[in-house]
């Protein structure tokens, strides 16, 4: 009982507070390229051995990956259920999935450290539960099923565990690899999966679902909203709920600002966001999801600097997960990121 109850907590950390948990989610918003692909080898019979759901942050990754799970749980690799893959609510395998009992489903994340922090990677001992996983009697639908959520949180070790058992699939299993930056991967990993491309969603999209989960929302800040979301539904309810809007607007206002940063108006907000709650990891994402959003802009004009561009979001990434796995100061974060920032806007021009 104590492994299950972990796994639940494990599941939760990246529930949005007031929102369903992907798990729990049966809509898909704006993914449907992704969808009937995967739907089309699913019901076919062949499906590949493992599939790499890549994008953004927030976007709808692990909605399309629960969908497949319990898909597959459900109906196995047949056309038995419908083409689109949805499960009815009141489905078996439907209420298991969402309440993470489903004996046919592992669900891989970060895990805590023994001093019940989170860790920064996604370790190999977690990796090493997909063995005994897919080594165990399959389910009454015949189908065993993993989602590693994020696959780019695995350190070098738990991606070679990773790479041993796509050398050697089960049969009657599949393996979901979601990643908000695939490029981390290893190649030998990449080739062994099928990729499935997730896009951001445009900003009628999003004020559409504003309008349906955030209905006390009127139409300007639905707007607002939707153009700092960088297309994700997750950053758009983020952005809605406390502070978040004001902090990716202080986003947008670093970038701006990286060949010249204002330091002393830099120290006064980071000692406001010491006082919010989460509000360091938030101000990350909108930072670090705004960031990609140009990197998106410039390599759709073909302009040049763009590997100096990732490499700065890349840092930040790695900035921020250390502090929130550390507890630093987000003084020094916030200094070191406006170091990484105005680096990249020297090398690379304005941000």
């Known amino acids: 009982m ?16 007031g929102f369903a948990h992907p798990r729990e989610t049966p809509r898909l918003i704006g993914q449907d390229e992704a969808l009937s692909r995967a739907a089309r080898a699913i019901r076919s019979g062949r499906p590949p051995q493992a599939w790499l759901i890549a994008g953004p942050p927030g976007i709808g990754k692990a909605t399309l990956a629960y969908r497949i ?25 439907s209420i298991q999935v969402a309440s993470a009992s489903h004996p046919g489903l592992l669900v891989l994340k970060r895990g805590y450290n023994d001093a019940g922090k989170l860790m920064t990677v996604l370790s190999v001992d977690e990796m ?12 009454a639908g015949g189908w065993r099923v993993a989602i590693v959520d994020t696959a780019d949180d695995m350190n070098d070790a ?11 699939p089960p049969s009657r299993a599949m393996l979901l690899l ?3 930056v695939p490029g981390r991967l290893l190649p030998t990993i990449r080739s062994r999966c099928q990729r499935l491309n997730l896009r951001p969603l445009d900003n009628a999209a999003i004020e559409a679902e504003l309008r349906t989960l955030v209905p006390e929302l009127d139409a ?6 939707a153009r700092l979301s960088g297309g994700s539904i997750g950053m758009a309810l983020q952005l809605a709920s406390g502070e978040g809007v004001s902090l990716a607007e202080e986003a947008d206002k670093l970038l701006e600002q990286s060949a010249n940063p204002n330091i002393p108006a830099l120290l006064v907000f980071a000692d406001k966001i010491n006082r919010m709650t989460d509000g360091l990891d938030n101000f990350g994402a909108f930072l670090t999801l705004a960031l990609m959003d140009r ?6 004009k073909n302009t040049a600097g763009l590997d100096r561009l990732v490499e700065a979001w890349e840092k930040l990434e790695r900035n921020f997960t250390r502090t929130s796995g550390l507890h630093l100061d987000p003084r020094q974060t916030l200094l070191s990121s ?14």
Not at 128 to 139: E, P, Q, V
Not at 220 to 225: P, W
């Open 69 to 93: 799970a319990r898909y597959l749980l459900a109906f196995g690799s047949t056309d038995k259920g419908p083409g689109d893959l949805s499960v009815p609510a009141n489905d078996a395998a």
């Open 295 to 300: 990197i998106r802009a410039r390599a759709s």
């Open 2 to 17: 104590a492994k299950r109850a972990k796994q639940v907590e494990l599941v939760e950390t990246d529930r949005l507070e």
């Open 220 to 225: 300007k800040e639905r707007s607002s909203i």
């Open 128 to 139: 090493r539960k997909l063995g005994g996983f897919f080594g165990m009697t399959s389910g």
């Open 178 to 180: 979601v990643a908000n």
């Open 338 to 351: 406006a170091r990484i920032l105005g680096d990249a806007a020297r090398r690379a021009g304005a941000l």
């Open 158 to 168: 738990a991606a070679n565990a990773l790479l041993k058992l796509l050398e050697e």
